[in-house]
């Protein structure tokens, strides 16, 4: 990926007049901002002697560890917008000392080992793509820092097409993954936003969550079983569908971002590749009545593959066409449905979902929004780079809460933003929408834009801080699918109470005890 954006480097992407122009009404002048040029970067030096790079060396291979500061740059920040803005400030301060690519299981297994007695600390990388500063450790306590890429674990291992089971090593990214299991006729089926550059580890190792959830679940739902590699030797995880073998310890592994070992191999549960792929979307007088729908939908077992619904200001500003806001056809809450299966099954699909959207107020709108939403999905964190170029802060928060306490989480987040957020240049922007729903409640995923300060860190945090205490307030969870890292650890205890973070920590000093593994993330 690009260094200092998202995604590929040849996608820089400007905004339209027209789109600069609702930018100066909403938040006055746009104030261009520079981004440092690469070649004048400066990283701090790096920490390990030329005796312990060749213990590294004597590992993975000459080739497979680099110094270099272009390589250590690219492996120092996710991809929130703090991420972002630090990389255009030229800010590498937390770059590894160096960069190690293990090419399997085995090879891991000898890192880990290794960085126990050399005391050096070990950042597990798959994609990049983090979004809450899950990549940058402290490495102060240690003799140093390293990378732990794991590109070169990118193979398709088996494929259990009796059982649909298939089993990929943790470097394969999506698209990747994708391709492999096409060629058995298999799907995974897991579409997030950061599909294009997020790794099968790291979709585990953060409990990453898809756009086709509704129909496919949740990436930990998929998972049968999981390879991972410790300090301590080789732990293998998951024998059979179910167990009545004790606690689930897949569920310790899941979401633990790498704290507690590396994720080399997952198992994960496959389908046929769908014959068909159907959208529509559905508009509804307000975004309360669209979720009213919604609940409707699922406690009521008729599940789309995609179902996602916009609150009224999301609707005006990301699907209504320019000529339909402000009006009636294109207000309200637009609500997109997707379909995969065999012909049969999608039209079943849709002949049930009509039926319930209609007797709830739905109004069905048409084809053409939800192809063009499936055709675009992976383009909106490129608009985020156009808009951080004009000075316009761009940021998201996630959480989840249950159906009834869902308006008290949605009306808490929005007041915090907007007082965070408010300066004499406005009013912040704050759009939502639900793209997760499970019987009891769902997911709320918010988009926030204002004017940039001089500080844009600065400002985000102290928005941070104020929505995340609002989150806890309000009963929801501090996050849905985005991980906890280093950015949402300040609210872990409150959800998971005292009780919970002494078993994290009871976990973390008998798989880790040296504490070489992400230090930093995660464990309050």
């Known amino acids: 990926m690009h260094w200092s954006r998202w995604g590929d480097p040849g996608h820089t992407g400007t905004l339209p007049e027209a789109a600069i122009a609702l930018l100066e009404l909403a938040f006055g002048p746009i104030e261009p901002r520079a981004t440092i040029p690469l070649e004048d970067v ?49 800010d590498f301060a937390a770059a590894p000392d160096a ?54 674990l990118d193979h398709l291992l088996a494929v259990d097409v009796v ?50 959830s ?47 070992g590396v994720i080399t191999e997952v198992t994960v549960a496959v389908r046929p590749v769908p014959a068909e792929r159907a959208y529509e979307t559905w508009r509804f007088a307000s975004f309360e009545g669209g979720a009213d729908a919604m609940r409707a939908l699922v406690q009521g077992d008729v599940n789309p593959t995609v179902l996602r619904l916009s609150d009224e200001l999301e609707t005006a500003v990301n699907l209504a066409k320019p000529e339909q806001i ?4 294109g207000g309200g809450a637009l609500m997109l449905c997707g379909y995969e299966g065999t012909e049969q099954r999608v039209r079943r699909m849709r002949e049930e979902l009509s039926a319930v959207l209609r007797e709830r107020g739905g109004t069905f709108v048409g084809e053409q929004d939800g192809r063009d939403w499936a055709a675009g999905r992976f383009s909106a964190p490129y608009l985020r780079d156009a808009l951080l170029d004009n000075g316009v802060l761009v940021e998201t928060v996630e959480t989840a809460t249950t ?31 639900i793209s997760h729903v499970y019987r009891t409640g769902a997911s709320l995923y918010f988009t926030v834009a204002a004017k940039e300060l001089v500080d844009g860190r600065a400002q985000w945090a102290l928005a941070k801080a104020a929505v995340g205490d609002a989150i806890v307030a309000a009963g929801g ?10 950015d949402h650890k300040p609210w872990l205890a409150a959800e998971i109470g005292d009780q919970g973070v002494a078993v994290l920590r009871a976990v973390k000093q008998a ?14």
Not at 130 to 145: C, H, I, K, Q, R
Not at 477 to 485: D, E, F, L, P
Request: aromatic fraction near 6%.
């Open 403 to 433: 159906w009834s306490n869902l308006p008290r989480l949605y009306a808490a987040v929005q007041e915090a933003l907007a007082a965070a957020l408010t300066t004499e240049a406005g009013a912040p922007m704050v759009l939502c929408h």
């Open 326 to 329: 402000g009006s009636e056809s």
């Open 163 to 212: 059982s649909s089971t298939a089993t990929l090593e943790a470097g394969v990214l999506g698209p990747r993954a994708e391709e492999l299991l096409a060629e058995h006729g298999m799907t995974l089926g897991h579409f997030p936003q950061s599909f294009e550059y997020a790794s099968i580890g790291g979709f585990a190792a953060t409990r990453s969550s898809g756009q086709s």
């Open 477 to 486: 969870t501090i996050t849905h699918h985005h991980a906890v890292g280093r």
């Open 42 to 90: 400066r990283l701090p030096p790096a920490r390990l002697d030329a005796e312990v790079l060749a213990a590294y060396v004597g590992v993975v291979g000459e080739l497979n560890v680099s110094t270099a500061d272009e390589a250590r740059l690219r492996h120092t920040h996710g991809k929130s917008t703090p991420d972002l803005l630090a990389a255009r400030e030229g």
């Open 214 to 260: 509704s129909g496919y679940g949740r990436f930990d739902s998929m998972v049968v079983s999981l390879k991972v590699a410790t300090p301590d030797g080789t732990w293998e995880l998951g024998v059979a569908p179910a167990s009545a073998a004790g606690p689930d310890l897949r569920q310790v592994v899941l979401g633990s971002e790498g704290a507690f």
């Open 511 to 524: 798989l880790d005890p040296e504490g070489i593994l992400n230090p930093g993330v995660l464990i309050p």
């Open 99 to 152: 960069v190690v690519r293990p090419a399997d299981h085995d090879e891991v297994l000898a890192v880990l080992r290794l960085s126990r007695t050399l005391r050096v600390a070990v950042v597990p990388y798959g994609g990049g793509t983090s979004v809450v500063s899950g990549l940058s450790a402290d490495g102060t306590t240690f003799a140093g820092v390293i990378a732990l890429d794991l590109a070169r």
